[in-house]
């Protein structure tokens, strides 16, 4: 069983920056691409972010590309996502994801893991 545990969510200033982490009980992370999604009050959840097993390919929604990084420690078990110039759009609760497989997808039907979720809300 994988078990997914996101933490570093807050309350920040429009502009402000915060940093994910997501860190997985898993005995090869390298056999597991993570990716990032989040759900805002009223709407779906949509993708933001997907890193490869390896780390070496990284996938962004349009718009947090340029914004926001992911990257992937897997000595530690660990998948950040650095967000900066965050906008109040960027409210929702993130959630991290696990699924066995090589590549980052966006889509969330791929993914058999997911984490509890946490909260990220940005002020105007």
């Known amino acids: 069983q994988v078990q997914l545990v996101e933490s570093g969510g807050g309350l920040v200033q429009s502009g402000g920056s915060l940093n994910l982490s997501c860190t997985a009980s898993?005995?090869?992370?390298?056999?597991?691409?993570i990716a990032w999604f989040r759900q805002a009050p009223g709407k779906e959840r949509e993708a933001v972010s997907g890193?490869?097993?390896?780390?070496?390919?990284?996938k962004y929604v349009d718009s947090v590309r340029g914004r926001f990084t992911i990257s992937r420690d897997n000595a530690k078990n660990t998948v950040y996502l650095e967000m900066t110039g965050l906008k109040p759009e960027d409210t929702a609760v993130y959630y991290c994801?696990?699924?066995?497989?090589?590549?980052?997808?966006?889509?969330?039907?791929?993914?058999?893991?997911w984490g509890q979720g946490i909260q990220v809300t940005v002020s105007a």
């Open positions: 890193i490869s097993s390896g780390g070496a390919t990284k």
């Open positions: 994801a696990a699924r066995y497989g090589v590549v980052g997808d966006l889509e969330s039907e791929k993914y058999s893991y």
């Open positions: 898993i005995l090869s992370p390298g056999y597991y691409a």
